[in-house]
């Protein structure tokens, strides 16, 4: 129906915009009604961009495309696959201030909208309707109160008009509950109880930023900070009982405060909710905005300047353009990213930075032929790859979790009588599959969002733990993947995880399948001392040896984004056989079957380029045969 309509719509322009010189030449052209007339203008660039904005409008307001996106990205949020500014940041919509504003606002009032969905009965009456869409509408019908404002029209928009009654007295019993006078007062009781819900919240957090040492100097930029008006406040402290992020919080009393970091000199706390996007700290590249976190990397990896550096998931590019300010601009960076949106991002902020040693790669690194001459003279790579993200999900996020999960459990299919006639299990599952279908389609039509994950992925992991594990095999494939330069002597590995398994644990596993690959060469790699004036290490465990060098920072007693990182080195020679991480610790093998019986041990092959590449080739295939049975409506097992 909406594709008809836009087909008219676009005929009905053509016919009264387009002008004469528009018709093919040659052919004589035959009398047309009367219209008004173009005064001989072309179709100029702005015009046509000016068209694809309206119709681009016209879809979103029609099919409701802004609720289908923010659907998607509560869906995905729930998944574990972003965040939710960083979802909204990616999504292909051409306005994203009011689709950030939509799931921000949903988000907020998360725990009345459960309510009101559970009470209403929604989804058993709206069997088409999604889950996360229904409590978007939720939010910007009732509680927003736009039933008549919403901008969409056709199914979501009959949706809300038949259940907006029932809704909005749902909404009224909950007021009255909770005692509030007012819906207002209800929402803003909603926020504050989201707002405890965190130990250290978001508007508790330090906005922290780098000296850009490419553009000025460290006592040149203090100086800048203090002409606009903020006052430098001591955070320094003896006391190793009293926790960094404890500090932190005496900026928060001063308005336009700084502070400067005790270990990190190229680094600067502000006063949380220091807003510098409009500043000139920040336009003119004084300034760049990044955690104190994410500056860890650059600093543990520290290459000399001259030298040849691989950043290999580089976008968007903050960590690159640090290690060019601590190279001194002169050598080169590879800079590595399978996605070419993100790695022009990075092109554009490097460029800003002042960054011109950088060379962007748009590809995989695990791609990388490191017999190639270009790559041969690689010292150092800066492996920063894809992880869970857990060091960024706080207790109000987990919250949030819990809740969109807890709704999804109450779907109107899980929730009815299996029964025990075979008619009704077949109408159940035609249902199933029905609304399945209606997902997916609107997933691919209206959710416009790209994938955050980096790694190919064959079967949606079912629980957390599945994906961390498949994660942390794609971690330690990429360390081997470094380990494989031929003249690499440093590797920096960083995740922003909290998770054993991602961190200490692949390390240990990278330490151990890395002597079948490289002892034929005389060399060996093991962990170096991290960020020694950082005081806490790794997981306390007599399984890694090599925890006390290592760097772990939390974000309740750090006040920053929960990280990890250890560093590699390459041991030439006898020196690797005495490596403190490998002295005492036998090779791994695994046992293979041999005609019958008979077990043989045989030691872990790292996988070979060709052997990924066959891998990848059956991971595509079983893909596309899993495709055409969902769309023939067979099984999947």
Request: net charge positive; aromatic share 4%; proline share 5%.
């Amino acid at each position: 129906c909406h594709r008809r309509y836009l087909t008219t719509c676009i005929t009905y322009w053509t016919f009264h915009n387009v002008p004469s010189t528009m018709d093919r030449p040659g052919k004589r052209r035959r009398s047309a009604p009367s219209r008004t007339p173009v005064a001989n203008a072309k179709v100029t660039t702005a015009d046509s961009k000016q068209i694809a904005l309206d119709l681009d409008k016209f879809v979103a307001t029609a099919a409701g495309g802004l609720y289908y996106a923010a659907g998607s990205i509560l869906k995905l949020y729930s998944q574990k696959r972003g965040l939710p500014k960083q979802l909204c940041m990616r999504a292909k919509c051409q306005d994203k201030k009011p689709l950030l504003a939509l799931v921000t606002h949903t988000l907020q009032h998360l725990a009345i909208v459960r309510q009101l969905l559970d009470a209403s009965d929604l989804l058993q009456h709206e069997k088409k309707l999604d889950l996360h869409v229904a409590m978007v509408l939720i939010n910007d019908a009732v509680l927003a109160q736009k039933r008549g404002g919403l901008q969409c029209g056709g199914y979501l928009k009959k949706v809300i008009t038949r259940h907006f009654a029932r809704l909005s007295a749902e909404l009224v019993k909950l007021q009255v509950r909770e005692g509030a006078h007012s819906i207002a007062e209800l929402l803003q009781k909603s926020a504050e109880k989201n707002a405890e819900i965190e130990s250290f919240p978001s508007h508790l957090l330090p906005r922290w930023a780098r000296i850009n040492l490419l553009s000025t100097t460290r006592a040149s930029a203090l100086q800048t900070i203090q002409d606009e008006g903020f006052q430098c406040v001591d955070i320094s402290t003896d006391d190793p009982k009293i926790s960094h992020g404890a500090l932190l919080k005496s900026l928060i009393p001063q308005e336009k405060s700084f502070a400067l970091d005790p270990h990190l000199a190229d680094v600067i706390a502000f006063a949380p909710g220091t807003d510098l996007h409009n500043s000139d700290l920040y336009t003119k590249s004084v300034l760049i905005l990044q955690d104190k976190a994410s500056c860890f990397p650059a600093h543990a990896l520290a290459p000399p300047p001259g030298a040849v550096v691989i950043d290999a998931c580089a976008a968007p590019g903050n960590k690159t353009s640090h290690m060019a300010a601590l190279m001194g601009n002169s050598g080169t960076i590879h800079a590595f990213d399978t996605d070419k949106r993100r790695l022009d991002l990075l092109q554009r902020l490097t460029t800003r930075a002042g960054a011109s040693c950088i060379q962007p790669h748009h590809g995989s690194f695990l791609d990388i032929d490191v017999s190639n001459e270009v790559y041969r003279n690689v010292t150092h790579i800066l492996l920063d790859p894809s992880c869970s993200g857990s060091g960024m999900v706080t207790a109000k996020s987990e919250s949030e979790m819990r809740l969109l999960s807890a709704a999804g459990d109450m779907h109107p299919d899980d929730t009815r009588d299996n029964g025990s006639h075979e008619h009704g299990r077949r109408k159940k599952h035609k249902k199933r599959k029905r609304q399945d279908n209606v997902g997916d389609h609107t997933d691919k039509m209206h959710g416009a969002l790209k994938s955050s994950d980096k790694i190919e992925i064959t079967e949606e992991p079912k629980t957390e733990a599945e994906r961390v594990e498949q994660l942390a095999n794609f971690q330690v494939e990429c360390i081997l993947k470094a380990m494989s330069f031929p003249n690499v002597q440093r590797i920096s590995y960083s995740t922003c995880s909290v998770h054993v398994e991602e961190n200490e644990n692949a390390v240990d596993r990278a330490l151990q399948q890395q002597q079948v690959s490289l002892s034929a060469r005389g060399t060996h790699f093991h962990v170096v001392p991290t960020l020694p004036q950082w005081p806490h290490r790794g997981v306390q465990s007599d399984k890694y040896a090599f925890s006390p060098l290592v760097v772990r920072a939390e974000r309740e007693r750090d006040g920053m984004t929960g990280f990890f990182v250890a560093v590699f080195e390459r041991t030439h020679g006898d020196a690797a056989q005495t490596s403190p991480n490998t002295r005492h610790r036998p090779t791994v093998h695994h046992t293979v079957a041999h005609h019958g019986s008979a077990h043989a041990t045989s030691p872990v092959q790292p996988l070979t380029d060709a052997q990924r590449l066959r891998r990848q080739k059956r991971n595509r295939k079983r893909k596309d045969k899993l495709k055409l049975k969902r769309a023939a409506g067979g099984t999947t097992d």
